[in-house]
C-alpha cells in the first residue's frame, strides 16, 4: 500500500492549508482514512478520520477549525485546515485503515504554521 501526502508548507497564523493523500494498492476495502500529527519532541496525536459507516471526529484541538473529507472513487483523504496557530506545526501523517484493521502511513508532510 502506497500513500502520497502533499499540502505541507509556510503559512502564517490565521492562515489555511489544504492536505491530501492518495492512496494506492490496498488489497482490501479502506475503512476509515485520516491524520495524524506529530509535533517536536511530543507524541503522535488524531487529528481527524473518517470512517465509513460511523463518520467523522476530531481532536479537540481541530473541532471548529479542520475539516477532514473522502473521496472514495479517487481513495483520496483531505484535511482542510484553517484559522492555523502555531501549535499546529507539526508532520502530518495521513493513514488507512482496511477491513482487516491493518494500517498503512503516509511519508509524512511539514506544516509549520509561523510569521
Known amino acids: 500500500v502506497q500513500l502520497q501526502a502533499s499540502g505541507g508548507g509556510l503559512v502564517q497564523p490565521g492562515g489555511s492549508l489544504r492536505l491530501s493523500c492518495a492512496a494506492s494498492?490496498?488489497?482490501?476495502?479502506?475503512?476509515?482514512m485520516g491524520w495524524y500529527r506529530q509535533a517536536s519532541g511530543k507524541q503522535r496525536e488524531l487529528v481527524a478520520r473518517?470512517?465509513?459507516?460511523?463518520?467523522?471526529d476530531y481532536a479537540d484541538s481541530a473541532k471548529g477549525r479542520f475539516t477532514v473529507s473522502r473521496d472514495v472513487a479517487k481513495n483520496t483523504v483531505y484535511l482542510q485546515m484553517s484559522s492555523l496557530k502555531p501549535e499546529d506545526t507539526a508532520i502530518y501523517y495521513c493513514?488507512?485503515?482496511?477491513?482487516?484493521?491493518?494500517?498503512?502511513w503516509g511519508q509524512g508532510t511539514l506544516v509549520t504554521v509561523s510569521s
Open positions: 493513514f488507512i485503515d482496511d477491513r482487516l484493521a491493518s494500517r498503512s
Open positions: 494498492g490496498s488489497r482490501f476495502r479502506i475503512v476509515s
Open positions: 473518517i470512517t465509513t459507516g460511523v463518520g467523522t
